[in-house]
Nanobody, 123 residues
């Protein structure tokens, strides 16, 4: 499994960025995908999630109305459109997916992460 994020950078407050996460090594269209972020000195937090077919999305409260998660299963890519960016959105943004394997009574979860892409919102 490989997840490769891109699209981060420096943007002024109120600006926009579009992050991309290119996935490989698994059947992308079968897995929900998530975006997380981690700011300096803070815990990693869930930003947005999308189901495998893209029919349902979910957002952290502070991102609702500003961020949009989407996916293109033909391109094995998940996106995060970020608008009206604020300085507090500054963080490393990570792409994530989880594989749940059930074997009899045993359930194992495997988390896969990209390397992250830095987003800095500053004037």
């Amino acid at each position: 499994v490989q997840l490769v994020e891109s699209g981060g950078g420096l943007v002024q407050p109120g600006g926009s960025l579009r992050l991309s996460c290119a996935a490989s090594g698994f059947t992308f269209s079968s897995y929900a995908m998530n975006w997380y972020r981690q700011a300096p000195g803070k815990e990693r937090e869930l930003v947005a999630a999308i189901t495998s077919a893209g029919g349902s999305t979910n957002y952290a409260d502070s991102m609702k109305g500003r961020f949009t998660i989407s996916r293109d299963n033909a391109k094995n890519t998940v996106y995060l459109q970020m608008n009206s960016l604020k300085p507090e959105d500054t963080a490393v943004y990570y792409c994530h997916t989880r594989d749940t394997v059930v074997a009899g009574r045993t359930v194992r979860e495997y988390d896969y992460w990209g390397q992250g892409t830095q987003v800095t919102v500053s004037s």
